[in-house]
Nanobody, 124 residues
Framework: QVQLIESGGGLVQTGGSLRLSCAAS????????MGWFRQAPGKEREFVAA????????YYVDSVKGRFTISRDNAKNTVYLQMDSLKPTDTAVYYC?????????????????WGQGTQVTVSS
């Protein structure tokens, strides 16, 4: 069982930065692959980024490549999403998620555990 709590969302202007954090409970955090998803009003939940259990491999949706960076600190049971050069189209509720199996990172139904989400709003 893993419990995930996101933080770091807020209101920022176009071009600004935010860093999201996702703190996980449990002693087995380092065995989980972690992902960030987002959901804008009226839209389906969308894959944003993922990182494997060791932090050696990262994956991004094309729309955030070069602007967002996912990282993790297994000693702190935390995964991060550094978001730079933010755009109004990045406005959404951002969720972190955990999965233990080597299944496709981009599919939300492969993740067993989810946080409650944190709102990110980018003003134009």
């Amino acid at each position: 069982q893993v419990q995930l709590i996101e933080s770091g969302g807020g209101l920022v202007q176009t071009g600004g930065s935010l860093r999201l954090s996702c703190a996980a409970s449990g002693r087995t955090f380092s065995s989980y692959n972690m992902g960030w998803f987002r959901q804008a009003p009226g839209k389906e939940r969308e894959f944003v980024a993922a990182i494997n259990w060791s932090g050696d491999n990262t994956y991004y949706v094309d729309s955030v490549k070069g602007r967002f960076t996912i990282s993790r600190d297994n000693a702190k049971n935390t995964v991060y999403l550094q978001m730079d050069s933010l755009k109004p189209t990045d406005t959404a509720v951002y969720y972190c998620a955990a999965k233990s199996r080597s299944t496709a990172y981009i599919r939300s139904d492969n993740y067993a555990y989810w946080g409650q989400g944190t709102q990110v709003t980018v003003s134009s």
